[in-house]
Each structure stands twice: as structure tokens, then as C-alpha cells.
């Protein structure tokens, strides 16, 4: 089957399926309350400067969701990797809710101040990084917004280590296949080219 993107393909459904896996950034951002989402159109872009791209696109409203808000307002955000553990309260915070509730109050997800002059981070989440706002992009057409994030400092939690003295570091993702969820489960060494 070649399928041709128009108007009638529902591309989003078939981007999610094909797209995969795609790894997940748990984003808290603040204003009067703290606001906490999960964002899987998430990427790293370069690595000088260390750069990451997520596309945030709009309320049921066709307000822009609290999180790019948020960003636009502070130009800071933190995003945190979540691990296994954490997937029921990761989903849980992606309900749409108004702008001055916390999704920390009403899931009861624990928070912790980690680096000065940025969000507070997950508690017991194993990596997260504390960003500044880069760029954001126009693309034509789009409800979407790509915002690309500058990573100022990394948190990864001291259980996760290897090699402390290499950075070599190991942690239990989540990725998104489609609407639903994987374990990444079994590492494969990369093959030697010949
Ligand atoms: C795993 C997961 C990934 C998601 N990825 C995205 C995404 O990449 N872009 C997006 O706009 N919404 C995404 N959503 C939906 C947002 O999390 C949801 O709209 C949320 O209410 C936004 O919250 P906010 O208004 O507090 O920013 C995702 C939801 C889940 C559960």
C-alpha cells in the first residue's frame, strides 16, 4: 500500500504507529502553580549546543497548552525521563486540566528542587534536564509548535551509574509505540561495521 498525505489520511494515526519508539519528556513548567505534561513528538537536535526539540500543539480550546504557555512566559522548563515506576502517574498527567491546577496536587506526583532558578524536577525520576528556551518554529500549517529547548544542566541519579568515572549510566525508559506504551527491555551491542 503507498499511501499519499492529503487532507483525508489521518496522519497523526499514522505517523504515531510507524514513528516508534518515541522516548518521552515529562515537562514541568511553572507560573502561579506548577504544571507538569508528557510530550513524545520530543527529540534530541544537536549535540554543541546540547539541544532538544518538542512540538506542542493546542488545547481542546485552541489555547496554547499550558506548558508552551508556561515556556513562552519563562523561557525555562525541566524535563524529566521517566522510568518504568512512573508510567501510570506520566500518563495521568497528560489530562487536560485548566491552567491554575496542578496536575502535582491532583495526582499527587512528588516534586523536588534539584538546580537554582529552574522548575523543580520528578521525584525519583533517573535523568532530567534543566533547560532554557532556544527557538521556537513556525511550521507553515501547523497547530503544532516546535520548541526547541537549550539543556543548561542534567540531573542523573546516582543509582544509575556504571561507570561514575566514564558517565556511563543505565536507567529503565518508557517509549511510546503508538498510543500505548513499551519497556525497551534487551540491549543489543552494536555490530562492527566491516
Ligand atoms: C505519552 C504522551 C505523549 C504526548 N505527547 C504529546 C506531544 O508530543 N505533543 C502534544 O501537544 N501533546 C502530547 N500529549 C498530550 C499532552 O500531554 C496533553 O495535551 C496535556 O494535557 C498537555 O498539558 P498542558 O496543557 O499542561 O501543557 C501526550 C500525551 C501522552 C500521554
Not at 515529562?26 to 507538569?36: A, G, L, P, R, S
Request: charge should be negative; aromatic fraction near 10%; charged fraction near 30%.
Amino acid at each position: 500500500m503507498l499511501l499519499n498525505f492529503n487532507d483525508n489520511l489521518d496522519n497523526y494515526k499514522l505517523m504515531r504507529q510507524a514513528i516508534i519508539p518515541r522516548p518521552i519528556a515529562w515537562i514541568i513548567t511553572e507560573d502561579d502553580k506548577t504544571n507538569i505534561a508528557p510530550f513524545s513528538y520530543f527529540m534530541a537536535l544537536t549535540s554543541t549546543p546540547p539541544t532538544m526539540v518538542i512540538s506542542i500543539g493546542e488545547k481542546s480550546s485552541g489555547e496554547p497548552k499550558d506548558t508552551l504557555a508556561n515556556i513562552r512566559k519563562t523561557k525555562k522548563c525541566t524535563i524529566c525521563i521517566p522510568k518504568e515506576s512512573q508510567l501510570n502517574k506520566m500518563h495521568f498527567s497528560s489530562k487536560e486540566l485548566e491552567h491554575d491546577i496542578s496536575e502535582a496536587d491532583l495526582f499527587d506526583i512528588k516534586l523536588e528542587e534539584k538546580a537554582k532558578e529552574f522548575p523543580p524536577m520528578i521525584k525519583g525520576a533517573p535523568i532530567a534536564f534543566f533547560c532554557e528556551l532556544f527557538e521556537e518554529l513556525d511550521i507553515r500549517g501547523s497547530k503544532h509548535k516546535p520548541i526547541i529547548v537549550e539543556i543548561k544542566q542534567m540531573y542523573i541519579d546516582e543509582s544509575c551509574f556504571t561507570n561514575r568515572e566514564k558517565l556511563h549510566f543505565e536507567f529503565a525508559p518508557i517509549a511510546r509505540i503508538g498510543g500505548d506504551y513499551s519497556f525497551l527491555g534487551e540491549k543489543i551491542p552494536a555490530p562492527k561495521i566491516p
